[in-house]
């Protein structure tokens, strides 16, 4: 082969030696004058769907909520402990609306609060949801079984002979509990209170007294203080 022969492939050879080690990028050189191309910009991070703003729900006003089937406690004391409440029917009264939430929640609460006044077996058996043809105003109705009650059998006093027997004998007809009534809870609490109360004012500051329940026979309950 002859020397310029020779001497060319050993250019290209060279050329191509360097072109591999510069990894093409003699392809992407800048023309002279040539605005470099910008890279595209990154695509904006996908929203949280809880996130994305909702069109506010059309408030749904009660127009009336009524409770059926109490006859122990009554609709309307049964009602006061709830969070759904009736609007006024006062043209300028205040204004109720419906949670769906609150309402769930008002029918656990109701068999709560009848367990709580001696009535554990309590339950709603049926509610009843009206919406007028606007789609903006609802008549509420629950039913309930009240059940039988827990009656209490007899309150007992252990260990308050340390009291004048006359102390003793006032004492027990003035406690909030009594024979023949519904175990109450807070009538419960209140008789605790009571008792502990004429122990400390005849000179036992530091009395405590505790409760124990029985239930017997007949779904009556002893109460031992």
């Known amino acids: 082969m002859t020397s310029p022969l020779r001497r060319a492939l050993r250019g290209v050879l060279v050329a191509v030696i360097a072109w591999s080690m510069l990894g093409g990028s003699l392809l992407h050189a800048q023309v002279p ?3 470099p191309a910008q890279a595209p910009a990154p695509l904006p991070p996908r929203p949280d769907p809880r996130s994305v703003a909702r ?3 059309t408030p749904i006003k009660v127009t009336s909520f009524k409770i059926h089937g109490a006859n122990a406690l009554g609709g309307s004391q049964v009602a006061s402990v709830l969070g759904t409440r009736a609007s006024s029917w006062i043209p300028w009264g205040r204004k109720r609306y419906f949670d769906r939430a609150v309402f769930d929640a008002d029918l656990r609460r109701i068999e709560a609060y009848y367990a709580d006044r001696g009535y554990p077996d309590a339950k709603v058996t049926a509610f009843d949801a009206k919406l007028n043809e606007q789609q903006d105003a609802i ?3 629950i039913t309930v079984n009240e059940g039988e009650p827990l009656l209490v059998d007899r309150v007992e006093l252990a260990g308050f002979d340390v ?6 004998r006032s004492l027990r007809p003035r406690l909030p509990l009594q024979p023949g009534k519904p175990l109450d ?7 605790q209170a009571m008792a502990a109360r004429a122990l400390q004012d005849r000179g036992y500051p530091f009395a405590q007294v505790t409760i124990d329940e029985t239930i017997i026979e007949g779904r009556r309950a002893v109460i031992t203080l």
């Open 163 to 168: 009291l004048r027997p006359g102390a003793e």
């Open 139 to 141: 008549a509420l109705s």
């Open 185 to 191: 809870r807070a009538q419960l609490t209140a008789t």
């Open 55 to 57: 069109p506010a729900q």
């Open 33 to 35: 004058g040539q605005v």
